[in-house]
């Protein structure tokens, strides 16, 4: 009787959880806007730098290991 009454309380916080999650997710849906075509080429252009930063780090890295070898 007592497990049937704790999955059932479970189930309930599961749900309550499900949601809340929902709720929330809903209110950042709310809050968000659609980018410019200038806050996108911007996005794209520092997204870019940063791959490139760590693909020059990781291939400094590589070369400097192989090198020691």
Do not use: D, N, Y
């Amino acid at each position: 009787m007592e497990q049937q009454e704790s999955m059932q309380l479970e189930k309930r916080t599961i749900s309550s959880r499900f949601k809340s999650f929902i709720l929330q997710c809903k209110r950042v849906f709310q809050l968000t806007k659609k980018p410019t075509k200038e806050e996108l080429k911007i996005i794209v252009k520092v997204t870019a730098i940063g791959i490139a930063i760590i693909g020059g780090i990781g291939f400094l890295i590589h070369l400097s290991w192989e090198l020691l070898k």
